[in-house]
């Protein structure tokens, strides 16, 4: 039902509600619309309410009901956005769903799998890609660091990751890859206690072992004990 206004004065109506009471509207022009609210019980509140959005016109700002509403209208756009965003566990299952496709390695399929359920999909899963950033990933290493994981483990998380986001990027859904250059990311220190060597006693008791017991093994031995070399390296 449209109300019947009569105007009282500049930018001040009168009307009457359904219910019978009697009831004032301001109107105001601001940036080639008019702002116009309705409810006011006396006129001199109209008046209050138009001399205060008359300052804002003056210094060239929202009032305050549509900066409110902008404000809502962006909370909203955003959440959409996220809504619709790709995150990092959808994005997830797909990248090992192609990477199966593609005729990986079964060994592979199962590492990432095993690192997107432990280390990735708890802290990440509802994550757009295209918020993931450098720091990020960082603090991701750091928090694995806690864990206890080792070096070598952490690369392959980053590898991992890095993996994603290089196929993320030919899907277009990011433009950068946070995890490029795992090396830089990961802290190595070289501890001798890590790697158990055979000292000179043990090196030849196993040596004058193999000699009395398996001498046909002997040369091969003394081989892996003069150059280093890895047995697979060996035996090729």
């Avoid at 930018?11 to 006011?40: D, N, Q």
């Avoid at 590898?159 to 795992?182: F, K, T």
Wanted: with cysteine.
């Amino acid at each position: 039902m449209t109300k019947t206004m009569t105007r009282v004065d500049v930018g001040i109506y009168r009307y009457t509600t359904k219910g019978g009471k009697t009831r004032f509207m301001a109107s105001i022009k601001h940036r080639e619309k008019y702002v116009r609210k309705l409810g006011f019980t006396t006129i001199s509140m109209v008046r209050q309410w138009r001399v205060s959005r008359t300052g804002r016109i003056a210094e060239n700002r929202l009032f305050p009901e549509i900066e409110k509403q902008r404000i809502e209208d962006e909370r909203q756009r955003v959440e959409e956005e996220k809504r619709q965003a790709v995150t990092i566990k959808s994005y997830g299952e797909t990248f090992i769903q192609a990477k199966e496709g593609s005729g990986l390695k079964f060994t592979t399929i199962i590492r990432y799998r095993s690192i997107f359920t432990t280390h990735l999909t708890p802290v990440w899963g509802n994550i757009p890609l295209t918020d993931i950033t450098r720091a990020k990933v960082r603090e991701l290493v750091a928090a694995l660091n806690d864990k206890g994981l080792k070096s070598k483990s952490i690369k392959n998380v980053l590898l991992c990751i890095s993996s994603m986001y290089s196929d993320a990027i030919e899907d277009g859904h990011v433009q950068h890859n946070p995890a490029l250059r795992p090396g830089k990311l990961i802290k190595t220190s070289k501890r001798s206690e890590d790697v158990v060597t055979f000292s000179h006693e043990e090196e030849r008791r196993v040596l004058h072992t193999a000699k009395e017991k398996c001498p046909q093994y002997y040369p091969f031995i003394l081989l892996l004990f003069r150059t280093g070399l890895r047995e697979g390296e060996a035996v090729a």
